[in-house]
């Protein structure tokens, strides 16, 4: 009895030394997952966050990374994170618009003028509307990463006018803003799953597809791609969401700091994507063809988009377009 008793004793004053304030509570792990490999900047950028979550929450949270797709498939990825089986998935807002369609506004055409107006209007009114239009689908946007402006890589000649792109199998994601805009350009988009990307190329199951400069230099799509062709036709960025249902656990301060952190790698992120590109660049002349597309002839292709999704975005657009 004597026994027991000193058993119990030491469990209630563990639970009361737990209950005290500024006393460690068990650590909580995350799995953070992501498509691209160790050395480009989606993986810098979750390492510094993991990082900053670490030290904030004074080790309280610990957020594990898995680059290269170690998680799944992105769309597999984020159905488990709406499902409370995934934690967090570094994601684009192209795939995200297959789950809410309002995402699709940032896919438009030649829709912003620089890195600087991305970072604006995604921090403020229309960022924060797309966030809670996730919130709902049960997807929490921690912050707007960087995923850069887009160019047109093929294996059949440079592409000045989007004349040149006819006939041509262009891959382009699933996001139906992509398709249409493609199609406005003369080419014959095929929305493949970014995994799939380099063996198609090596295939010629596609001619061409468009991505930034990072994904063409780290997949290394020039080995199998002669001709790059700079077009900025269209920007992507990279949400770091949030299961809903694992977020919802959390105690407010812990929800936080992770949307802080987040916000301060996305601003470190769209800086040094910037110098990352100029670098990028100058080693891709060296392996491809490069050339630098008539911008305007590309934008006068592009009106049809902006016609055919007046309806449904024409508000949003000019309200995005307005953001100084």
């Given at each position: 009895?004597?026994h027991v008793t000193r058993r119990l004793f030491v469990v209630v004053i563990a639970c009361v030394l737990l209950a005290l ?304």
């Amino acid at each position: 009895m004597l026994h027991v008793t000193r058993r119990l004793f030491v469990v209630v004053i563990a639970c009361v030394l737990l209950a005290l304030p500024g006393v460690s509570q068990a650590k909580t792990t995350f799995k953070l997952g992501h498509i691209s490999p160790l050395d480009h900047h989606y993986h810098t950028g979750s390492v510094m966050f993991a990082d900053l979550v670490n030290k904030k929450t004074n080790g309280e949270i610990e957020i594990k990374i898995f680059p290269a797709n170690q998680l799944g498939k992105q769309r597999e990825v984020v159905e488990g994170a709406q499902l409370g089986t995934v934690d967090m998935v570094l994601t684009s807002d192209v795939l995200l618009s297959s789950f809410e369609p309002s995402m699709g506004v940032l896919n438009m055409p030649f829709l912003f003028r620089d890195i600087n107006h991305v970072g604006t209007v995604l921090d403020g009114k229309v960022g924060q509307m797309l966030s809670d239009n996730l919130a709902k689908k049960g997807l929490v946007v921690l912050g707007y990463w960087e995923n850069g402006f887009r160019h047109i890589t093929n294996s059949k000649q440079p592409i000045n006018k989007p004349e040149d792109l006819a006939g041509l199998k262009i891959r382009t994601p699933s996001g139906y803003i992509f398709i249409d805009t493609f199609k406005a350009f003369g080419a014959s988009p095929t929305p493949m799953a970014f995994g799939e990307l380099y063996s198609a190329l090596q295939l010629g199951t596609v001619d061409g597809q468009e991505n930034p400069l990072a994904h063409v230099e780290h997949q290394k799509f020039y080995e199998v791609q002669k001709y790059l062709s700079l077009t900025n036709h269209i920007h992507v960025s990279e949400p770091l969401v949030m299961s809903k249902i694992i977020y919802d656990t959390l105690a407010p301060e812990q929800q936080k700091i992770l949307h802080e952190c987040a916000q301060e790698v996305a601003v470190w992120m769209r800086k040094e994507v910037g110098k990352l590109e100029a670098g990028q660049l100058e080693d891709l002349k060296t392996k491809m063809t490069v050339n630098t597309a008539d911008y305007a002839a590309f934008e006068k292709a592009a009106e049809a988009v902006y016609k055919q999704h007046e309806d449904q975005f024409g508000a949003m657009i000019r309200e995005i377009k307005a953001v100084k």
